[in-house]
């Protein structure tokens, strides 16, 4: 064997050792789906859907997808409050109260039919997913996302 061809194996095995690390973890995707009513099926409520709903620490991409008919949605990411206490919720506006909570990110006002995407770098711990159109929330619009090691 050529010296060359005997660097260029050792080179794949090394790269092959970092890819088996947890330092090069490929990013991960987590598809969300928004629906209500007019997305077809006997929904009554409103629904998101995170798949998976359970993934390692590191970069995140959430993908969203409105699968409603006429009605825009949005994500918003934020850390879910400790001793699984409840999200902050003016009743007046139908809406969580975005300044009180940790927001890390959104795919907001998404139109019916569109998607977006939003990519994050989410440490351990407990998430949700909550849509903040008005009253959305309450209709049941939210999900959780844990985060391990
Ligand atoms: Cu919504």
Known sequence: MRYAAKLSL????????????PFARADTTV???LQDASS???????????????????RVTIHATNQSQGLVHEVIVARAPANG??????????RVIE?????????????????????????PGNYLLICNQPNH?????WTALTVSH
């Open 10 to 21: 050792a080179v794949g095995a090394i790269l092959a050792s970092i890819a088996g690390s």
């Open 31 to 33: 598809n969300v789906t």
């Open 40 to 58: 077809g099926g006997n929904l009554e409520g409103m629904k998101m859907t995170a798949t998976p709903d359970s993934v390692k620490s590191g």
């Open 85 to 94: 206490a409840k999200l902050p919720y003016d009743e007046k506006t139908g």
């Open 99 to 123: 300044k009180r909570i940790s927001d890390l990110g959104e795919v907001s006002d998404l139109p019916p039919g569109k998607s977006g995407a939003l990519t994050l770098t989410l440490a």
């Open 137 to 141: 929330y309450k209709a049941g619009m």
